[in-house]
């Protein structure tokens, strides 16, 4: 045996076999240690007594799926080896192989998976400068490719797919440009394949066995080589993991990398799409606020339009005009939402049965949701947008319910060979083996009649159990009258139990009605999931328009629910705001209304918009409301604005400022210059680069320098200039816009009221100088005394200012200028007095004045010596 398991074992050595012995999957060597550790069960031995134990451990078949799901989490792949023949029928050992392999990216099994997030497997492959990337999700059937040569893009492209697993050559090992493209993706498991397997001609030729082409032209892909290796990687690693070649992907969507809106990753954290930066959940951000999707492909679908938001103009407005139909509809809107609310999982439940994996439950809820079909068609052909044009022909979907309804039992148990799955009436042959089975209730009944009457022992009762099988039990006391051709099988503590041979010859007789039965509905079982996998093209299309509808009818939903308004879209360079909202925000704050604010950006003289005010003023959020309206106007959506038109844009950047920033850990000033140039790099004149407290994380002056810098730099590029929010507490920097034509200067209103201080939360034009970090910080609760000696030290430090009479910053590129400052900031009291004396023109003081002076000075230096 361990044999049989080495050899299997040996095609396998990057999974943890799973090997069947009776009702047990067995784990041995290294995998059981490993296993043993990950699952917390118990790791033995076999052969103890020998030399070299081997070591083992073991978990039920019946439990297997959560132990499996387990591994899976951990990131390791999991072999199954089934036994292939009956172990009574078989001669010797019995036969055994692998039937799948799982991995991370290779799930179909809908336990194992989040209902409303796609899982990914991605595969990169280089073709002359190119590299390509195809991903497909295995358990509905989605499959993509595309490639490119920009570093930035490609691993962006990556990062946007979030693969559960990544597939590359073995030779990319040593390929500088794709490891670089995976470095940094910690935690996603990588599987390297033979080159063999990426090569063009061979992937080229498996997709068009797959798909039963010609050629790729119809997907538009045949002169992506790159992009072919890929996909084609990816057919090779199906077939090797699931034993069977992937009927399900029926063709593959090629696009363009530069076809959507690109926010990176940082951007996507910062600006809280799709995680929640505290509590990593999804409560709390964009997708949680938009995402009223009511299927499980719907909800997918929302996730996907807002990872690839449009830049097509026309694409966005056959959205955007489907959106508004559906908002002034309210009956429609509610009829679509009882009828999706039936709906299941079909685009997951289509691939299943395709694959076999799927359970006569399956097949259940597939035909609930195919009955609801008509009713959602009614609906969508009674709509106007061209949206809702519903071209799929479902009479072979109703065919399909009738005969599920027909033949599937509705409480069938989960496995598919131990009957209980067709109800009577479908086959006579099957009805007859039913109702012999109910008729042996009755000859049971009268056999336990027949033999009290005979023996006249009242305790006598016909039982059966999964030992013993049929058997009669009497009681001890009444045990002496039994007859002597009942035969003792087991003794209890008050009662024998018995067999007869007419008993064991019915029992062979019921047992084999209910074989033949188990395995005439498995059949008939099987034959109606071929009726329904051959429809499965059918039911993706189907899926595919419901999952549209759902997105959508929620983003209908919530613009009305939210009070939304229908964006414009413009490509005149104008970001236009009237009295706009963060979506987000304006959900969460309790007790304050949000103050909704009117923002205007163009490419002549409102391009880079300083913002300045204190902590807590509301910058951040004015600044993260924008970016999010600018994306929900991209994905079709209404947008948290009375009216807003927004610039066809390209990429969208946010980063913070290293304290701001509160994704923890490498919160660290280096990480933040690093993605300040990655912007610097990556932003055209239909960007918008959010900056929230950019060089917060240097000392003040460096921060400062920096940060003007960076505004300055992002003012003059291409000789264009980048829309930019900045936002800042260094009010320092609102001189920007004595010397750059593009910048102007906001700030958010604070009320000083009895030195306190009352958030207006309204942006306003112009700077403010103001910091109030003091006020802020009694809001926070400091102690009153700290509070007392910070106005103490702040107004000190004012004071030397104002007496050496510079500027904090003067004048664009004042380098020299900030050290003397930093210097000053630093310096004890003697130094302002003595620049005080070298600075006093004696000259022209008359003696009252020199008086004057050396009063003002004494009473300085006294002041700042009791401090
Ligand atoms: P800043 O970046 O200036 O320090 P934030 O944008 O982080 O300030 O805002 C601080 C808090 O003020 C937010 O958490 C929010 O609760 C509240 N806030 C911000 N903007 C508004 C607004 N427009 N209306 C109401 N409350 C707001
Ligand atoms: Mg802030």
Redesign the pocket.
């Known amino acids: 045996m361990i044999k049989q398991y080495l050899s299997i074992k040996g095609n396998y050595p990057d999974a943890i076999l799973l090997y069947r012995m009776g009702d047990f999957y067995e784990m041995f060597f290294e995998d059981a240690e490993v296993a043993s550790k990950v699952l917390e069960i118990t790791l033995t031995s076999r052969n103890k007594k020998e030399e070299f134990p081997v070591p083992m451990c073991g978990v039920p078949h019946k439990a297997v799926k959560a132990y499996i799901a387990k591994l899976i989490a951990n990131g390791f792949k999991v072999a199954i080896c089934d036994q292939k023949e009956n172990p009574a029928e078989a001669k010797g050992l019995v036969k055994r192989d692998v039937v799948r392999v799982i991995t991370p990216g290779m799930i179909i099994e809908d336990e194992f998976l989040d209902e409303k997030t796609n899982n990914y497997i991605l595969s990169i492959a280089r073709y002359s400068d190119n590299v390509g990337i195809s991903c497909i999700d295995i358990s509905t059937g989605l499959f993509r490719l595309t490639e490119g040569n920009d570093l930035l893009s490609l691993a962006e492209e990556i990062r946007r797919v979030a693969p559960s697993e990544i597939l590359l050559p073995e030779s990319s090992k040593n390929d500088r440009f794709l490891s670089g493209l995976v470095n940094g993706l910690n935690g996603i498991p990588i599987t390297y394949l033979d080159d063999n397997n990426f090569d063009y001609k061979k992937c080229r030729e498996r997709l068009i066995g797959l798909f039963r082409t010609f050629s790729l032209e119809g997907f538009g892909c045949e002169d992506k080589k790159a992009g072919i290796c890929a996909a084609g990687a990816l057919v090779f690693y199906i077939k090797e993991t699931q034993k069977q070649s992937a009927g399900h992907f029926s063709s593959i969507e090629t696009y363009n990398l530069d076809k959507y809106l690109l926010i990176d990753e940082t951007s996507c954290q910062n600006l809280e799409i799709f995680k929640n930066i505290r509590t990593g959940s999804k409560h709390g951000t964009l997708l949680g606020v938009l995402d009223s999707t009511l299927t499980p492909m719907g909800g997918r679908l929302m996730r996907s339009w807002l990872r690839y938001p449009l830049q097509n103009r026309e694409e966005i407005l056959y959205r955007l005009d489907a959106v508004e139909e559906l908002k002034n509809d309210v009956t429609s809107r509610r009829n679509i939402r009882e009828q999706l609310n039936t709906v299941y999982d079909i685009e997951r439940l289509g691939s299943k049965i395709v694959m076999g994996h799927s359970n006569a439950r399956d097949l259940v809820a597939l035909k609930n949701s195919l009955l609801t079909l008509p009713s959602i068609k009614y609906i969508a052909e009674n709509l106007k947008s061209s949206f809702f044009v519903w071209d799929s022909e479902i009479g072979e979907l109703s065919v399909l319910a009738q005969l599920i309804d027909k033949a599937i039992r509705e409480d069938a148990p989960p496995v598919i060979n131990e009957g209980g799955l067709i109800k009577e009436g479908f086959s006579e042959e099957l009805d007859i083996l039913i109702r012999a089975g109910s008729q042996g209730k009755g000859w049971l009944a009268k056999l336990e009649a027949k033999e009290k009457e005979e023996t006249k022992i009242n305790s006598l009762k016909v039982r059966f159990n999964k030992v013993f099988g049929y058997y009669i039990e009497v009681s001890k006391a009444q045990a002496k009258f039994v007859p002597s051709h009942y035969i003792r099988k087991q003794t209890l503590v008050n009662a024998e139990r018995y067999i007869t041979d007419e008993l064991k010859q019915y029992e062979k007789d019921i047992l084999n009605s209910q074989d033949r039965r188990n395995i005439l509905e498995y059949e008939l079982f099987t034959q109606i999931r071929e009726n329904a996998a051959k429809l499965n093209p059918l039911i993706q299309q189907v899926a595919g328009f419901i999952a549209r509808l759902d997105c959508i009818n929620a983003f209908s939903e919530v613009a009305h629910e939210n009070n939304y308004s229908r964006p414009d879209l413009n490509d005149e360079g104008l970001i236009s705001i009237e009295e706009g909202?963060?979506p987000v925000?304006?959900k969460?704050?309790t007790g304050?209304?949000?103050?909704?604010?009117s923002i205007m950006m163009d490419d002549e003289n409102n391009q880079i918009l300083i913002i300045t005010?204190?902590?807590?003023?509301?910058?951040?959020?004015?600044?993260?409301?924008v970016a999010l309206i600018v994306l929900m106007a991209h994905i079709g959506s209404f947008v948290p604005a009375a009216k807003a038109s927004i610039n066809i844009t390209d990429k969208i950047f946010t980063r913070v400022g290293a304290l701001?920033n509160l994704s923890s850990g490498q919160s660290t000033f280096m990480v933040e210059m690093q993605e300040t140039a990655n912007i610097l790099n990556n932003s055209s004149s239909r960007s918008l680069v959010i900056m929230?407290?950019i060089g917060r994380g240097t000392s003040t002056f460096d921060g400062i320098s920096i940060a003007w810098a960076v505004a300055e730099y992002l003012h003059d590029l291409d000789g264009k200039g980048v829309k930019t929010l900045f936002?800042t507490?260094y009010h320092e920097l609102i001189d920007l816009a004595l010397t750059k034509e593009r910048v102007k200067n906001f700030n958010?209103l604070v009320k000083e009221w009895n030195d306190e201080i009352v958030?207006l939360?309204?942006l306003v034009d112009g700077g403010t100088n103001r910091s109030y970090g003091i006020q802020v910080a009694r809001l926070a609760g400091i102690p009153g005394k700290i509070i007392a000696r910070a106005k103490k030290i702040l107004y000190k430090i004012e004071d030397e200012h104002a007496i050496s009479g510079a500027p904090l910053v003067a004048q664009s590129g004042a380098g020299s200028k900030h050290s003397q400052i930093q210097l000053d900031m630093f310096t004890k009291p003697e130094h302002f007095i003595v620049e005080r004396l070298k600075n006093a023109d004696i000259t022209k003081m008359t003696p009252l004045d020199a008086l004057n002076f050396i009063n003002e000075l004494q009473e300085k230096t006294n002041k700042a010596c009791l401090d």
């Not at 304050?592 to 604010?597: G, K, M, S, Y």
């Open positions: 909202r963060h925000v304006e969460m704050i304050e209304r949000f103050v909704p604010n005010g204190p902590n807590m003023a509301g910058k951040s959020t004015v600044l993260r409301q701001d929230d407290e936002a507490h958010i958030f939360r309204k």
